[in-house]
Nanobody, 119 residues
Framework: VQLVESGGGLVQAGGSLRLSCAAT????????MGWYRQAPGEGEQRELV???????????RDSVKGRFTISRASAESTNTLTLQMNNLKPEDTAVYYC??????????WGQGTQVTVSL
């Protein structure tokens, strides 16, 4: 599975951004897709932001509940994962990575997209 993210950028606190991730490849084998983020100064640790399974069950990090919405759309050759982020806060600043987990626990990552929230 190949993942390509888009939609990051710079926004003021309280603003909104929409991240997208285009997935191609073994789409039939994807069990779940999600967004992780890695904040500056946090080393190599990535934290789960939101996840959606193939049967549309969603999970959110507590700090983003009510502000972020994850969704997915499926087409013949591409799946699109979207993260709508509203009421952004400076602590949301991070590199956001798209993730796809295949059955058999194969994990795929995108290249990351920077989100910066200023005061």
């Amino acid at each position: 599975v190949q993942l390509v993210e888009s939609g990051g950028g710079l926004v003021q606190a309280g603003g909104s951004l929409r991240l997208s991730c285009a997935a191609t490849g073994r789409l039939f084998n994807i069990y779940a897709m999600g967004w992780y983020r890695q904040a500056p100064g946090e080393g190599e640790q990535r934290e789960l932001v939101a996840q959606i399974t193939s049967d549309d069950r969603t999970t959110y990090r507590d700090s983003v509940k009510g502000r972020f919405t994850i969704s997915r759309a499926s087409a013949e050759s591409t799946n699109t994962l979207t993260l709508q982020m509203n009421n952004l806060k400076p602590e949301d600043t991070a590199v956001y990575y798209c993730n796809a987990i295949e059955r058999g626990m194969v994990t795929n990552w995108g290249q990351g997209t920077q989100v910066t929230v200023s005061l």
